[in-house]
Antibody, heavy 115, light 106 residues
Framework: QVQLKESGPGLVQPSQTLSLTCTVA????????VHWVRQPPGKGLEWMGV???????RYNSALKSRLSISKDTSKSQVFLKMNSLQTEDTATYYC?????????WGQGVMVTVSS | DIQMTQSPSFLSASVGDRVTINCKAS??????LNWYQQKLGEAPKRLIY???SLQTGIPSRFSGSGSGTDYTLTISSLQPEDVATYFC????????FGGGTKLELK
């Protein structure tokens, strides 16, 4: 059964770094790409970036300078790190498996940027 | 970047109604278009992939059509459990999403 689950802090202070983990089950990270997508409250979905099955990455140009995605294949985990957080980064963050676009999503983790 | 314009943003319909939701891309996306359903507090669920292919386990009352820049999701006979937000997503060039349609029962 394919599953993805995001985890991380619910509250981050402005200017700090956000670290999230996506733990997957039911498939191998060597076979599928995994993307990160976020959704600010009341707004639409924004694609953040992808880590390919090969380990390469590609980021949304608007976030590229602040964002890093990596993975530990042996632990079936994908990591997101984004620095210099601002209130506009308050959102629900999702990871999703890529098979002709996102076929399976995690439940999402709500992150609030506030002091 | 490819922009996805979804309409309507809000839709109220009765059980048994035929419902259509539209997405317009800012350029040709070659049918690389998916539709999702999202209920409150749940992960998005893919209904349709590649414009018109029904995801396994999804009821046949859901269907998709379109080409070029214009795409449509149709629910042939609305059921109470279909109350949700629906959004489109293109994967012709990275990923972008429509703004969503909130569907409620009249």
């Amino acid at each position: 059964q394919v599953q993805l689950k995001e985890s991380g802090p619910g509250l981050v202070q402005p200017s700090q770094t956000l670290s999230l983990t996506c733990t997957v089950a039911g498939f191998s990270l060597t076979s599928y790409n995994v993307h990160w997508v976020r959704q600010p409250p009341g707004k639409g979905l924004e694609w953040m970036g992808v880590i390919w099955n090969t380990g390469g990455t590609r980021y949304n140009s608007a976030l590229k300078s602040r964002l890093s995605i990596s993975k530990d294949t042996s632990k079936s985990q994908v990591f997101l790190k984004m620095n210099s957080l601002q209130t506009e980064d308050t959102a629900t963050y999702y990871c999703a498996r890529d098979r002709a676009g996102p076929d399976y999503w995690g439940q999402g983790v709500m992150v609030t940027v506030s002091s | 970047d490819i922009q996805m314009t979804q309409s309507p943003s809000f839709l109220s319909a009765s059980v048994g109604d035929r419902v259509t939701i539209n997405c317009k891309a800012s350029q040709n996306i070659n049918k690389y278009l998916n539709w999702y359903q999202q209920k409150l507090g749940e992960a998005p669920k893919r209904l349709i992939y590649n414009t018109n292919s029904l995801q396994t386990g999804i009821p046949s009352r859901f269907s998709g059509s379109g080409s070029g820049t214009d795409y449509t999701l149709t629910i042939s006979s609305l059921q109470p459990e279909d109350v949700a937000t629906y959004f489109c997503q293109q994967y012709n060039s990275w990923w972008t999403f429509g703004g969503g349609t909130k569907l409620e029962l009249k």
